[in-house]
């Protein structure tokens, strides 16, 4: 009897050492920029992706199993952007979160189109990027959408009718934006007075911007990133007097850096602001000011809400199988976010409001939110 109770005794102790198989985690891919131009916009997204993954984790996870996030740097170049969807897919990750710029976003959506891998790109606004396959979705608004409003906006509302532009030519987004502002800004009686060309890592635009001077211009949109306030800030200096108006890649933490707050008076289109009054917004709010580090922005909105998004699907999917996630983001209906409420059209492009912002006098203010 004494040797059949030391025997259990000794294996209780060795069951008590062995390793518990771990829970195989989840992977989710994130591919923003970590160096490079695009780098100190793209923290505030690297930041809501983490924040997300944080949340459903402690939340219990995913189908029983917790999210890892992997995340990619891609140089804030599109072979950058290519190699790392080409890493993302050697990973093993289920999905990606990403691109932030649309030129980042068509480099690397061919790559995981072919893999078979979902990429949710929060903030790619060119309309190209969900052509690219039934793999790729986005979470905003596109460039047709956002240029059409800030045409109809000058016009019907501010009742200016002489626009220049100041396009980034080597810039997907930028020349994208230009042509849908330019298509309704004349059907409406407008006129585009003059047209500049830059590209994004000048310092100087002074050149381009006496020439559009000469036309005295009532408008003047610049479609381009964090360049834009700096760009708008020499405009202002040589004299130009007319309203600013941007789109959405005004909303970069760098561009408080660049001139945001020189620009008297300007208008752009967001995806999200503080101000919007839902309860996942202001929940979203409270997360954050547990966590210092990262900014109230729609870049680490618009992540954040990709994530939930994305685990979303896999619920329901009840798998990680691709094609399973794939469909069930695709059959993804009323989905309350903190940007918005989410249904995605054939495209795999939601259909959603547009926040529109003013600049005045330096000062950032929430003007109205434009239902689709």
């Known amino acids: 009897m004494r040797k059949k109770v030391v025997c259990c005794f000794t294996l209780a102790v060795l069951l008590s050492v062995l390793p518990v198989q771990a829970v195989e985690s989840i992977k989710l891919g994130a591919i923003f920029a970590k160096s490079g131009a695009a780098a100190l916009a793209n923290e505030d997204h690297f930041a809501g992706f983490r924040l997300a993954i944080k949340e459903i984790n402690k939340a219990g996870g995913v189908l029983g199993r917790p999210l890892e996030g992997v995340e990619f740097d891609n140089r804030s170049e599109q072979i950058g952007a290519r190699q ?52 790729i979705f986005r979470s905003c608004f596109t460039d047709s959408l956002q240029g059409k409003v800030l045409a109809r906006f000058a016009v019907n509302e501010l009742h200016l009718k002489k626009a220049a532009l ?14 849908f502002f330019k298509n309704t800004f004349t059907s409406m009686g407008g006129q585009i007075v003059d047209e500049q060309q830059y590209t994004h890592n000048q310092h100087n635009f002074a050149k381009q911007l006496e020439e559009i001077k000469k036309y005295n211009p009532e408008v003047l949109f610049i479609p381009g990133h964090d360049e834009a306030a700096f760009i708008a800030r020499q405009a202002q200096k040589i004299g130009i007097d007319a309203v600013y108006l941007f789109g959405d890649g005004m909303d970069y ?23 919007v009054t839902s309860t996942q917004s202001q929940k979203f709010i409270a997360s ?30 009840g798998s990680t199988d691709p094609e399973g996630i794939r469909i069930a983001l695709a059959n993804t209906h009323n989905y309350r976010g903190v940007t918005g409420i989410f249904n995605f059209n054939a495209q795999g492009d939601p259909i959603k409001s547009v926040v529109l912002m003013e600049i005045k006098d330096g000062e950032l203010l929430f003007y109205k939110e434009l239902k689709p």
């Open 253 to 275: 933490a760098s561009t408080i850096k660049k001139g945001v707050a020189k620009i008297k008076k300007g208008f752009f289109t967001n995806h999200w602001n503080s101000k």
């Open 166 to 179: 100041m396009v980034d030519v080597k810039s997907d987004y930028s020349l994208g934006l230009a042509e």
């Open 288 to 317: 954050l000011e547990k966590e210092d580090t990262i900014k109230l922005s729609s870049g680490a909105a618009l992540t954040y809400d990709s994530v939930y998004l994305l685990a979303d699907a896999i619920s329901r999917a």
């Open 84 to 135: 790392a969807a080409q890493q993302a897919v050697k990973a093993g990750v289920v999905t990606v979160v990403g691109n932030s710029w649309s030129s980042h976003s068509l480099a690397a959506g061919p790559v995981l189109q072919e893999a078979k891998i979902v990429m949710l790109a929060p903030d790619s606004t060119n309309a190209d990027v969900t052509g690219i396959g039934d793999y």
